[in-house]
């Protein structure tokens, strides 16, 4: 492959992502990319930095690990030129030297930055809860029974924490009213049923490269992947964080076919499991989405009204986010029910339910 080809495949990656950053609000990050492309193009400093990853996999979301291993260098206070045009930080991305920064901070750094853009996307989205909400209701109201969660592709765990955040709609509310971590007007129309009881038996996950989010470290790594410009995202996140240090989960560094086939070996009796996963699918091989996804209609066959198992995902669909829920035992074993769409952060919720 010539080099000009390879330029072009990461220019129409980066393009892409500029036209879903754009779609989900961030029109400051839309730009970045758009004039990235080109940069890349014309084999600038952006080229410099991205060269060799033309064969790195679509769904791995090179221009999200570009722009988040240059926003790690604002949030270490490394590119206070940048760092002005940047809400994250206090600065104003209607700056007319948000570009002309960008290139100069890439140019400065392209060394750790090549580095850098080699960590995964760890977002952790927190708003991502809302869209589960309904499914982990719904799994509560038919089963009647405490939750044993177990979320493939967990990051830092902040969803595993979902109960202790409180999401209001226009006509009611459901969870802790006292939490810093509030999701409101994320659901259109209709809303899941707040009236359920929901007990929280077990906080399981399993990532390749998981985050302890009680660290400096790892905050870092979880705020560099915010969009800088939403702020309300990157708030939103912070007290999920302080959350984190009150509410333990446990976190494993674990293949996920490994892992869910280890967890789902024996049934837990007396609670319902509930397997999850948000955004993640895109990121596993066809071979450990077959595993994972055997595993779970194997547990789900051997599932009894004192051990149910629930599979619910909040993955891409044609135009938005899907959440699909499949229950066991019971008339929806052999079905998924498609409960909502929504926005790939959470917002907007269109209930379905």
Known sequence: MSTLDEREIIARRLLKQAE???????????????????DVRSQGACWAVLQGHHDDPPGSALALRFLGAVHRLVLEGNAPELAACYPSV?????????????????????????VLIDNPV????????AALLGGFLETARRTGLPLRLL?????????LRWDQYFYQADDGAWGNPHSNVRISAAFENAHPDFGVTVNVAERRG?????????TKEGELTLKSYVWADQVERFRRLSAAIEIATCVPARLEEANAAEWIEAALAQPAHGTATVVYHSIVWQYLSPGDRARIEQAIKAA?????LASPLAWLRFEPGADAAEVRLRLWPGSQDVEDRLLARAGFHGRPVEWLG
């Open 151 to 159: 979320e493939i592709g967990a990051s830092a765990g902040l969803i």
């Open 20 to 38: 879903w950053c754009r779609k989900l609000g961030s029109p400051p990050y839309s730009r970045l990319l758009q004039d990235a492309a080109a």
């Open 90 to 114: 206090g600065g104003n991305t209607g700056s007319a030297d948000l570009w002309p920064s960008f290139l100069r901070t890439v140019r400065q750094y392209t060394p750790r930055l090549r």
């Open 122 to 129: 760890q977002t952790n989205e927190v708003g991502r809860c």
């Open 206 to 214: 399993c990532d390749t490269s998981p985050i302890d989010p009680t």
């Open 300 to 304: 789900g066959k051997a599932a009894t």
